[in-house]
C-alpha cells in the first residue's frame, strides 16, 4: 500500500484542542482532498474529534499558501489548519 | 517594500523617516497603527498573546504587500506585524504607504489592512487577569472589508 | 485636538507617541503626511513658498476638525500645517486621528485632508530656478474630493 | 454720507497684483454685498482691474470665515480676498 507521508501544523485552539503544535504521520491511500484529510483526523481519537468537531470554521494551507478544502494535497509536504486569522 | 514579523516594539517615526529618506518623488505617506485596547466587545483585557505560524506569516505578508503594488503606483510601503505578548496600548501591527498622491497612498494603506486582517496568520489570544484567556474570534466586518476590494 | 501652523519642521514620530501616550482605549491610528516633489504637473520643482492668512488659516483647520469629530468618533486628531520656504523631500501637513475602530480613524483622515485642501487658506508658489516662480492653481480633482463628502 | 471703514487683506496673485497685503478702505454708500466690493475695487486703477479681472475664481472671507459673493458685508471688519486655496 502506497503511504504519503506529510507534516500536520495545528495553530490556536486547534493546537491547543490536538495537544501538539506539529507531527510527522503517514496518511492511508484514499485520502485526495484537505476535507478527506480532516475527515481522516477526527477518527483519530476524542482530541482529533474535539479539535475538527466545528470543520466548516476550519482553515488550511498547504505548504504556506491557503487553500480551499477542495484542494488536493497530493505532493504537499506541510499541510496546516487553524481557526480564522484574528492578527492587524 | 518590506514585510518585517518581530517580538520588539517598533518605531514609527524612526520607519517612515527611513522610507522617505532621500526620495523627493514621494507626494504622500500614509501610516496605520494597530494598538492594543484595554477593552473589547465589552471584554475587559489586561494583554493580548499573538501567535503565528512562523514561514507562512511572512510569505503571506509579502503576497499581500505585492498585489497592493500591482493595484496602485507605490513608490515604498511596509508591512509590520508583532507577535508575542502584548499589553494595552502597544502597537500590534504597522502599514506604511507612499505614493505620489494621497488617495493611492490611502487606499493601499486601507487595503493592506483589510487584507492582512483576514489573511495573514495570526491569533489572538486575550488575557482576562483572573478569567483566564479567550481566543478572539475572526469579525464578519473583517470579511466584508476585505470583500470591497474584489470587485475592483 | 489640536491644530498648529508653524515655519518648523514637524516630527511624525514624536506626534502619534505624544497623541497615545497613556492611552489603552486606543485601536487605530492613521497618519498622513504631504511632502513636496521635485516634480509637480511635468514642471521641475527647487522649492515651494506656502502663503497662508494668520489667524484665518487657524480657525478653518479647527472648524474642519471639529467638524471630522462630529462626523467620526475619535478619540484624537491632530493637524498640522507649514508655511514659508519648503525644499523637496520635506513634509508640509500631517493629519493624525485616533479611534477604537480603523474605518473611522482612515476615513477621518481622508475627510481632513480633502477638507483642508479645498478650505485652509494656504497658497503655493512653486520656484522653479531660473525660470522664476509660479502660482500653483487650484485642482479640479481636490474639489471632486472634498465633494464626496457632501452627501453623507 | 455713511461711510463703512473696513480692511481688506489680499493673498497670493491678488496680493501681487494689487501691490499690498491689506490697506484700510472707506467704502461709499451702496456696497452691499461682497459681489459689489470687488466691483467697486475694480475702479480703483489698473491694478486692481488685474488683480479682480477673473472675479470668478476670486475667493473671499469675511472676518476670517469663508464667504460666497452673494455675501452681506454690513458690520464686517476685516473682507480677506484670495485665489482657490492650494494647501496641504
Chains 1, 4 share one sequence.
Not at chain 1, 20 to 36: H, M, R, T
Not at chain 1, 66 to 73: D, M, W
Not at chain 2, 15 to 44: H, K, P, Q, Y
Not at chain 2, 95 to 102: C, E, F, G, P, Y
Request: contains cysteine; proline residues 4%.
Amino acid at each position: 500500500m502506497r503511504v504519503m507521508t506529510v507534516k500536520l501544523c495545528y495553530f490556536a485552539w486547534v493546537r491547543e484542542r490536538v495537544g501538539k503544535g506539529e507531527e510527522v504521520v503517514e496518511l492511508p491511500e484514499g485520502i485526495g482532498s484537505v476535507a478527506d484529510l480532516v475527515a481522516w483526523l477526527r477518527s483519530r481519537g476524542p482530541e482529533y474529534a474535539a479539535a475538527f468537531q466545528r470543520a466548516d470554521v476550519i482553515r488550511a494551507a498547504i505548504d504556506r499558501t491557503h487553500v480551499k478544502p477542495t484542494a488536493a494535497i497530493a505532493g504537499a509536504r506541510e499541510i496546516a489548519f487553524f481557526p480564522p486569522v484574528t492578527g492587524g | 517594500m518590506a514585510v518585517r514579523v518581530q517580538r520588539e516594539p517598533f518605531d514609527i517615526g524612526a520607519e517612515v523617516a527611513r522610507l522617505i529618506a532621500g526620495r523627493t518623488d514621494i507626494g504622500a505617506v500614509v501610516t496605520f497603527s494597530g494598538l492594543v485596547r484595554d477593552v473589547n466587545d465589552g471584554r475587559r483585557v489586561t494583554a493580548i498573546w499573538l501567535e503565528h505560524y512562523p514561514g507562512m506569516t511572512e510569505e503571506e505578508l509579502a503576497r499581500v504587500e505585492a498585489e497592493a503594488q500591482l493595484r496602485w503606483p507605490l513608490q515604498a510601503s511596509l508591512v509590520m506585524h508583532r507577535y508575542g505578548k502584548l499589553s494595552p496600548g502597544e502597537t500590534i501591527v504597522l502599514v506604511v504607504t507612499a505614493s505620489a498622491h494621497r488617495q493611492a497612498a490611502f487606499e493601499a494603506a486601507e487595503f493592506l489592512m483589510d487584507y492582512l486582517k483576514t489573511r495573514a496568520p495570526f491569533w489572538k489570544k486575550e488575557e482576562m487577569g483572573a478569567q483566564g484567556g479567550q481566543w478572539v474570534e475572526a469579525r464578519q466586518s473583517d470579511d466584508a472589508a476585505a470583500a470591497r476590494w474584489d470587485r475592483r
